[in-house]
């Protein structure tokens, strides 16, 4: 097997950059699936299959779809956070498949927050 060069190394970034954002261009907004190991073992996996549903059907570009790892809520997993522009970010607890597709439908495509799935409404951030 040859040597890695760094152009080598290089490619593998960006390909892998393209794998963990999977849509380009410019956003209006962003949808982020908890993907911890309490995400992925409460059923995360499949709210990412059923959102990856509703990009592709509608051919939206405009989102940015992405994973991250463990929001430190284990007992709400599966959850998703939903930022679009100009809006404060939604996090949304104890999901499904179907209810994911309401979110993306109403919230992501509508503008509309579903209050029943929320569990915070604001940033995290401090300072």
């Not at 959102?51 to 570009?61: G, Y």
């Not at 405009?62 to 996090?91: H, N, Q, R, W, Y």
């Not at 607890?93 to 179907?98: A, G, I, M, S």
């Amino acid at each position: 097997m040859p040597k890695l060069t760094i152009d080598d190394l290089k490619k593998i970034r960006d390909d892998s950059r393209k794998e963990l954002y999977l849509r380009e261009g410019n956003y209006r907004g962003k949808v982020i699936v908890h993907m911890g190991t309490c995400g992925i073992a409460a059923g995360a996996r499949e709210i990412v299959n059923a959102l990856l549903d509703e990009f592709d059907k509608r051919k939206l570009t405009d989102i940015m779809f992405t994973t991250s790892g463990c929001a430190g809520l284990c007992s709400e997993e599966p959850m998703i956070t939903v930022e679009i522009e100009g809006a404060a970010p939604v996090k949304y607890r104890k999901l499904t498949p179907d209810k994911a597709k309401r979110i993306f439908n109403e919230h992501i495509i509508g503008g509309k927050v579903i209050t029943d799935f929320v569990l915070g409404v604001g940033s995290e951030r401090v300072g």
